[in-house]
């Protein structure tokens, strides 16, 4: 079996300043969307966007996440432990992000963007859905780097099967990596397909609604849940059960606005 490395979590230190892993996963993220974006908005101009809006966009894209993301985690997840201890609620740089509440909130930005630029919603969601999924996966490894969000336990002759000592020493699944590999990087690879052509509007946000929810829905089955819905059999995660609505309108939206190429 392996042993998880059980990385320091800062990767580095100036002074008082602590660099962590997790901020350097978010910023590579924020870093390929805007070089993925310039490529895209330079060579699909029926987005109506150009390479010079693609700042503009990821201040607002940032902000949604962050501020979704960190009430999402607040609201959905552990609202007694933030209800205790309302500072912690401000210390993002320790972890502890949902991606649903992320997805709202940028969902949000992207509405106030669109105003502001005189764009369409669906025109703006369909350019950065293929942006956004090598942002989850550097998430996901950054979860794994600080050796949370482990996985439910394994066969020990599984050969990647991992021993999360901060926890215990029985055998587990990686699932940060393998929601890294599904969320993230399988994910990207579709929508980067799928959108190399002009689509009908609103397909390319459909089919990332369907992917991510699909790949979340699968990957929480070999994570071990922090909150389940029905009682404590953790038959359907939290994290399964916010993801079912993005499944099914996804694939509502998908079906009506689809037309043959």
């Known amino acids: 079996m392996l042993i998880h ?7 580095l230190s100036l002074g008082p300043l602590a660099v962590r892993w997790y901020g350097l996963m978010y910023l590579a993220g924020f870093v390929a969307f805007l070089l993925l974006g310039r490529r895209r908005a330079a060579t699909q101009p029926w987005h109506g966007l150009k390479p010079a809006a693609l700042d503009d966009l990821l201040f607002y894209g940032v902000l949604g996440v962050i501020v979704g993301g960190r009430l999402g985690q607040v609201l959905f997840y552990e609202p007694a432990y933030y209800l205790a201890h309302p500072l912690e609620i401000f210390a993002v740089w320790k972890g502890g992000m949902s991606f649903h509440g992320g997805f709202l909130g940028v969902l949000a930005a992207m509405a106030l963007f669109a105003r502001k630029r005189g764009l369409s919603f ?23 780097i600080n050796g949370e969000l482990w996985g439910r336990l394994a066969s020990p002759e599984l050969p990647w099967a991992m021993v999360f000592p901060f926890v215990d020493a029985l055998p587990r699944h990686p699932s940060q990596l393998y929601q890294a590999l599904g969320e993230g990087l399988l994910l990207f690879l579709l929508l980067w397909w799928y959108s190399g052509k002009q689509r009908a509007r609103g397909t390319v946000s459909a089919l990332f609604l369907i992917g991510y929810g699909s790949a979340r829905w699968i990957g929480e089955y070999f994570r071990e849940p922090d909150i389940g819905v029905f009682g404590q059999s953790y038959l359907v995660s939290m994290g399964q059960w916010l993801s079912l609505p993005m499944i099914v309108v996804g694939i509502y939206l998908f079906v009506r606005w689809r037309k043959p190429s």
Not at 5 to 11: C, L, Y
Not at 122 to 144: E, H, K, S, Y
């Open 5 to 11: 490395p059980q990385f320091d979590p800062i990767a």
């Open 122 to 144: 669906w025109q703006i969601t369909d350019f950065i859905a293929p942006l956004v999924p090598l942002g989850l996966g550097a998430g996901r490894i950054g979860n794994f």
